[in-house]
């Protein structure tokens, strides 16, 4: 089976190195990939928003599955795309059409969505430029801290807690009047402030049947102790102490179960992943968010404890049998360290040149934001390096991912030394 895997990130560099392992997989393609991608198959210089040149190139190299790793390409209808042409439309693509998507594209979109399913999630209310002065009126009710939340796809970024009604106040106009994600947020939605634990669920479904993938927690904030900006993921660990068999059936049976309902009842075709991030508030799960895809860094960690064929179940899927699959879970403990470029998340260092990648004894490294040139391995992105390993028990995985992501450098590098360890 030759597979085509779109995606640049640490995401994409995990779900390379599994798929590669599978005896069903005879080519991997990679578009555009990074410089650890190409270990594990071919780099193909298309960026994954390029449709035409997507869809010319799959039907060249005879392509007989596409995999989507980010949300662009998917929120923008790659799936729709590939339906709606004659020469792609058998060739099954791995992440949901345009109007399933829209459950990560739309904040509003999901929202509501919970809502019509009675999915447990926190209050809200949407704003527009146009309804800003309602926005200010619902503020003054609606309680401190207050999250705001860009409606639109704003690279992990669009989300501010505010902690006084004036920063509040302030934000709201900023993002509705002064477009501070850009079109992101147009739409703005004032939402309750949950407090809990956050946890990361994975769902993989073929529409009908579903697989839940082992749970993760992620690491948000740039700073130790969970302090400083937000950052689109700083490390994550799986499996999660917190999230027992109990806490899991609650999860199954108030949000996963009518979710895949709720898509199949609203007419909403749907093959691929959905990401829900979670709050376990008292024991209690409440959804946060959906995503449309796999979440980075915590595919890193998660794809370490699948132990079945990856490319199996991601047939499964293309074939409406997931159900006949096997998904075996270890019972280790995986946890991933990223590495992150100087100044990110703010504006940060490119082009430096990374050393000590042969010293990692016993992780993988999984390539963010890297790229060739000549024989070196340079950073192009802000998270560059996702050092992940899979051990007996947490603490000792904790302790190789940070001790192998010490043995890397380049200039200004920077990774938190204390991920998962609120968890210990």
């Known amino acids: 089976m030759n597979i085509l895997l779109l995606g640049s990130g640490g995401r994409e560099s995990a779900f390379a190195w599994k798929i590669s392992q599978s005896p069903k997989c005879d080519h991997l393609f990679i578009a555009p990939g990074n ?15 390029d449709f035409e040149n997507i869809g010319n190139f799959a039907i060249e190299n005879s392509i007989d599955l596409v995999l989507v790793g980010p949300e662009e390409p998917l929120v923008k209808g790659i799936h729709d795309f590939f339906l709606a042409n004659t020469g792609l439309k058998n060739i099954p693509v791995i992440g949901p059409q345009s109007e399933g998507a829209q459950l ?75 477009a501070k994600f850009g079109d992101a947020s147009s739409k703005v939605l004032v939402e309750q402030f949950l407090q809990g634990i956050e946890l990361s669920v994975f769902v993989m479904t073929d529409g009908k049947n579903y697989k839940v993938l082992p749970e993760a927690k992620d690491y948000k904030r740039i700073g130790e102790g969970d302090t400083g900006l937000n950052t689109g993921g700083m490390g994550s660990v799986s499996p999660v102490p917190f999230a027992d068999e109990a806490f899991m059936r609650k999860v199954e049976e108030r949000v996963i179960i009518p979710t895949v309902e709720g898509l199949r009842k609203e007419n909403i075709p749907y093959k691929g992943f959905i990401f829900i991030g ?147």
């Open 35 to 49: 410089a650890g991608t190409s270990q594990y198959g071919t780099n193909v210089n298309i960026k994954s928003t």
């Open 104 to 178: 990560e594209g739309s904040k509003d979109f999901s929202k509501a969505f919970m809502q019509r399913h009675n999915i447990p999630a926190a209050a809200s209310q949407t704003f527009t430029r146009e309804t800003l002065q309602e926005g200010f009126e619902y503020l003054a009710t609606a309680g401190l801290p207050v999250v705001l939340k860009a409606d639109g796809l704003a690279a992990g970024k669009g989300v501010l807690i505010c902690t006084t009604l004036e920063e509040a106040q302030l934000e709201l106009t900023e993002m509705l009047t002064h």
């Open 278 to 424: 979670l709050m376990n508030c008292d024991g209690e799960p409440y959804v946060i968010e959906y995503n449309c895809r796999m979440g980075d860094p915590e595919t890193e960690s998660v794809m370490l404890r699948i132990e079945s064929d990856f490319v199996d179940l991601l047939e499964g899927v293309a074939e409406e049998n997931l159900d006949k699959k096997e998904l075996t879970i270890s019972g280790k403990t995986a946890a991933t360290v990223v590495m992150v470029a100087g100044g990110y998340p703010g504006e940060y260092l490119k082009d430096k040149v990374i050393t000590g990648i042969e010293n990692v004894r016993d992780s993988k490294v999984f390539h963010a934001g890297t790229s060739m040139q000549g024989e070196d391995i340079i950073t192009t992105g802000g998270r560059v390096l996702a050092i992940s390993t899979l051990q007996d028990n947490m603490f000792t995985a904790l302790q190789q991912a940070t001790a192998d992501a010490s043995r890397i450098y380049w200039d200004g590098m920077y990774f938190r030394k204390d991920i998962g360890f609120d968890l210990l």
